[in-house]
């Protein structure tokens, strides 16, 4: 098992690189997507929304383990 450590958008921006970000608690979906999307969208709505949002490094192991 992949082992996936996630950074809260709250404490830390994703570089501009491939990410899989997650939206809410662990029973949420992940998507792939550059970080710099992930980090504009965050900016966007932390003011209007109480939902978290969370960033690890895409590696195509992660991917795997997050899509059984």
Not at 2 to 15: E, F, K, L, R, Y
Not at 35 to 41: P, Q
Not at 50 to 60: G, Q, R
Request: hydrophobic content about 30%.
């Amino acid at each position: 098992m992949q082992q996936i450590t996630w950074t809260n958008c709250a404490d830390a921006m994703p570089p501009d690189d491939i990410v899989i970000a997650r939206v809410g608690g662990d029973t949420e979906k992940s998507f792939r997507v550059h970080g710099r999307l992930v980090s504009e969208e965050y900016n966007r709505w932390k003011h209007f929304s109480a939902v978290p949002t969370y960033w690890t490094p895409y590696s195509d192991e992660k991917w795997k383990e997050l899509n059984k």
